[in-house]
């Protein structure tokens, strides 16, 4: 069957708390970055992107934040809900290769009721 | 509504027999992606089509293969599935031109092997 997979790591939050969800990217080249929602048994679902000339985009309850200097990306999510509970992936591209990214290691947040 | 549509589901093959998932869109995208993901996982990037263009990722084995007959729908042949094959697999569409990197994804077919 299907290999044993890597756990993920884990964020639990207080329902109604912010949450904050980091990702290090690795090509000093990406200049497009996205943030992908996945719930269990679902296709990872679009929630935010930025390009590499913002360092700060929002969104519905969502913000992101670019540090190209470290190469650091952020979503914070505000008032944390249970709707919220997934796995989030963030993703890297380069608009110079059109079409691909790659897909960071994903971080699981567990909203607690 | 607009989407992104893979059947089916949930697919049982056996070891060695030959299948096929399907993926189609409505989106009128230029761009189509097939991705592996296994558990606790990133999704991997097997293969993608622009229009009919198609490009492989170095370390997709040969074991997979795939078809664009047209714009709409796209497919994901696997010739002889093995244990490790078992995964979820991801299609995907983007509108090269826009603005729009962004992928869509398909809700998935989990496969299992027997």
Do not use: H, K, M, W
């Given at each position: 069957g299907e290999s044993v997979g890597l756990h993920l790591p884990t964020?639990?939050?207080?329902?109604?708390d912010n949450s904050i969800i980091n990702c290090a990217y690795s090509n000093s080249a990406s200049d497009y970055f996205i943030w992908y929602k996945q719930e269990s048994g679902k296709g990872p679902q679009f929630i935010i992107d930025i390009r590499s000339n913002m360092d700060k985009r929002q969104g519905q309850r969502v913000t992101v934040l670019l540090n190209k200097t470290v190469k650091h990306l952020s979503l914070q999510i505000a008032a944390t809900q249970p709707g919220d509970s997934a796995v989030y992936f963030c993703a890297e591209g380069n608009s110079g290769g059109y079409q691909k990214v790659t897909f960071g290691t994903g971080t699981k947040l567990q909203v607690i009721p | 509504d607009a989407m992104v549509i893979?059947?089916?589901?949930?697919?049982?093959?056996?070891?060695g027999k030959p299948?096929?998932?399907s993926c189609s869109q409505t989106l009128n995208h230029n761009v189509m992606y097939w991705y592996q993901q296994k558990s606790s996982q990133a999704p991997k990037l097997l293969f993608h089509y622009y229009d009919k263009d198609f490009n492989n990722e170095a370390d997709t084995p040969d074991n997979?293969?795939?078809?664009?007959?047209?714009?709409?729908?796209?497919?994901?042949?696997?010739?002889?599935?093995?244990?490790?094959?078992?995964a979820m697999y991801l299609c995907a569409t983007s509108s090269y031109g826009d603005r729009g990197e962004t992928q869509y994804f398909g809700p998935g077919t989990r496969l299992l092997v027997l």
């Open positions: 964020l639990s939050v207080q329902e109604g | 893979q059947n089916p589901r949930y697919q049982v093959t056996q070891f299948v096929t998932l997979f293969q795939s078809r664009r007959p047209n714009t709409s729908f796209c497919f994901l042949d696997i010739r002889s599935p093995g244990l490790g094959d078992a």
